[in-house]
């Protein structure tokens, strides 16, 4: 594990926690959707705190592809609900929140999951990344290059 | 008949959001460390391999499907039950599905993480 890794995890956190708090803020402000009112969708989308929200998952979902190419799901899954975690002391210490002693459990849990599981291997499935062909690589790299000419 | 609906829509939500991880895992193994294969041949190789693998498209429809569902039952379910249950629930299913989809060595370390995170997610969000 390098740092750029880690970088990558903390990216992971970050962006699923600030992503999914600004999409929940936007959506309490368009309210309702239903089934039969689809266009309320493309509505919600028009929020600006809706779209920030989106804007981040995006970085989310980079950060999470970049980790998942050379670790485990159930490695990387870990990290994301430290979010979780993050967003309540953000609560506590930054908006001065009160947090309940459930969720302070809640918080003492899911960091000891994480531990478990940062104490252990990255990667345990069959190691594809180690052996990409070359000539595989070489391949995609010219159909890249080609394409773009 | 509110309660089926919710469950129901907690049941799609696990299952679109696992079947989407265990296929972005896939095609994310199959595209190999990116840190490397961008160090050897740039961002248009990374770029490239990635929207070339079909179970990237597979796993993005997944994972577009749960978000919309998300979205859905969120609007009518109760927030309390929807958001916990369909979090943890995911990550209990996403370990039994790595082991069985893409072989991980989920060992008695992962099981227990995937328990405690997916008690404390729950916790967290009700």
């Known amino acids: 594990m390098t740092l750029r890794k880690y970088l990558v995890l903390a990216g992971v956190t970050v962006f699923a926690a600030a992503g999914d708090s600004m999409l929940s803020h936007g959506m309490k402000q368009t309210g309702n959707i239903s089934l039969h009112h689809l266009q309320s969708v493309i509505l919600a989308v028009r929020n600006p705190w809706v779209l920030i929200g989106i804007l981040l998952l995006l970085a989310f979902f980079a950060a999470y592809m970049n980790a998942l190419s050379w670790a485990d799901l159930t490695y990387v899954l870990p990290a994301t609900s430290l979010g979780y975690v993050l967003l309540a002391l953000v609560a506590r210490f ?17 960091s000891g999951g994480v531990g478990f599981v940062a104490g252990g291997p990255a990667l345990t499935s069959h190691a594809h990344h180690d052996s990409i062909p ?3 690589m ?7 290059s080609g394409g773009k000419s | 008949m509110k309660h089926i609906c919710t469950w129901g ?5 696990v299952m679109a959001s696992v079947v989407g991880d265990i296929l972005m895992a896939r095609a994310m193994k199959q595209v190999g460390d990116v840190h490397v294969l961008w160090r050897r041949s740039g961002l248009w190789a990374v770029v490239g391999r990635i929207l070339g693998n079909p179970n990237f498209f597979l796993g993005l429809m997944a994972m577009t499907l749960a978000f919309f569902s998300l979205l859905f039952a969120l609007s009518w379910g109760d927030v309390s039950l929807v958001a916990p249950a369909a979090a943890s629930l995911t990550f209990i299913g996403n370990a039994f599905a790595a082991r069985i989809f893409l072989h991980e060595k989920v060992d008695r370390r992962r099981w227990i ?8 997610v729950a916790l967290l969000a009700g």
């Open chain 1, 134 to 136: 070359e000539h595989e």
């Open chain 2, 9 to 13: 829509g907690i049941l799609v939500i």
């Open chain 1, 94 to 110: 930054v908006l001065h929140e009160q947090v309940s002693p459930l969720r302070w459990l809640g918080i003492a849990l899911i």
């Open chain 2, 113 to 120: 993480a995937a328990l405690l995170v997916a008690g404390g």
């Open chain 1, 138 to 144: 070489r391949d995609s790299a010219i159909a890249v």
